[in-house]
């Protein structure tokens, strides 16, 4: 009797490792062998859902068919319940083991938005507003309550985010991508200020961003900035008016409608450089690196004035007369209402 019992349990050890060895060798080949993933496939992990949660969608979609698996390999490799919510890009041939892997990582899909050189704040808000892969917190704030939750320190957020292109994941609310802009800017920011060149008439790194956004609205060419800096920076050493358009645009807000005359240069307004000394209250428009550095680096030189030459460039003069000559050279032939920048007085 004992005997007979020793030979089921003996037959009974055998047929279970065989039986675990045939288990642990189909669940191995399983978790390395292809999922059933369409080209281009995009799956979603929501926020807050538990990995018990996620095997049972994985199998109604059909992407893995033994969820068995997937849960012993939860208790083998505990470290790949840690699931990150986003969005993912799977790949066909990826395994089950990969896939665990890659939403363990937190390894999302990401998109970009840029935010262009010389974009007003209110362009920015309705940029923000299209983008439908973010979510929208800014909706129903005034720009003054949206510079107070992100802390900005300045009432107007003009000018205040650095313009370069972010990565963000779906789902990421339009206040956090404003908040890492402004975290760039300030970056940025500080460094140059730091690095300033001597005697600029400039009190704080504030003024350094209004100057870069006057540069940034004035050209697009990179080479001519710290030069345009030069000018400015001359014309406020010595007492001049900075007299130029972009501000008086800026000041017009929605009255501007593609032209300014000479009504509209002798019309006050805070932003006015035609009527007022110094600089605009605040910056006229989000800055890159570039125009902030010329801001605290301008070139040096003798030239007073500038023109746009009608190509994207600029023509530079000394003197007020040289200035009016290249004016007349360039501009009052091609429009009437057209005024340099600075102005010819």
């Not at 037959?11 to 080209?39: H, M, R, T």
């Not at 095997?55 to 470290?79: F, T």
């Not at 970009?112 to 439908?132: P, V, W």
């Not at 000394?318 to 007349?328: C, G, I, M, R, Y």
Request: glycine share 8%; charged share 25%; hydrophobic share 40%.
């Amino acid at each position: 009797m004992l005997k007979r019992l020793f030979a089921v349990f003996v037959l009974f050890v055998v047929l279970a490792g065989i039986a675990g060895g045939v288990f642990w060798k189909d669940y191995q080949a399983y978790l390395n062998s292809p999922a059933n993933i369409a080209e281009g496939q995009i799956y979603t992990i929501e926020k807050g859902k538990y990995f018990n949660s996620l095997v049972k969608d994985l199998n109604a979609q059909a992407i893995i068919d033994k969820p068995l698996y997937m849960r012993v390999l939860s208790r083998l490799e505990p470290e790949l319940t840690a699931i990150k919510a986003g969005e993912y890009q799977l790949e066909p041939g990826m395994t089950p083991h990969q896939i665990l892997e890659k939403f363990a990582a937190g390894d999302t899909l990401s998109y970009h938005f840029t935010i262009i050189e010389g974009m007003r704040f209110s362009e920015l808000r309705q940029s923000l507003a299209a983008e439908d892969k973010l979510s929208h917190e800014l909706t129903d704030l005034s720009d003054e309550e949206i510079a107070e939750k992100l802390e900005l320190g300045v009432s107007s957020p003009e000018g205040m985010f650095l313009a370069e292109t972010y990565q963000f994941q779906r789902g990421m609310s339009d206040l956090e991508l404003l908040a890492r802009a402004h975290d760039h800017l300030e970056k940025q920011l500080n460094q140059a200020w730091s690095e300033r060149q001597e005697d600029l008439p400039l009190q704080s790194d504030y003024e350094a961003l209004i100057l870069a956004s006057i540069i940034e609205k004035e050209t697009g060419v990179a080479a001519e900035r710290p030069r345009i800096s030069g000018v400015f920076v001359r014309r406020l050493n010595r007492g001049m008016r900075l007299q130029t358009d972009p501000t008086v645009i800026y000041g017009m807000g929605e009255r501007y409608k593609g032209r300014i005359g000479r009504a509209d240069l002798r019309r006050p307004t805070p932003y006015n450089t035609y009527t007022i000394d110094g600089l605009p209250p605040t910056p006229i428009a989000m800055v890159g690196r570039e125009a902030i550095h010329a801001a605290v680096k301008p070139a040096e030189g003798s030239e007073l004035y500038f023109v746009a030459r009608g190509d994207g460039s600029h023509y530079f003069s000394d003197t007020l007369s040289e200035h009016n000559k290249a004016v007349a050279r360039y501009q009052l032939k091609r429009r009437e209402d057209y005024r340099s920048s600075p102005g010819s007085n």
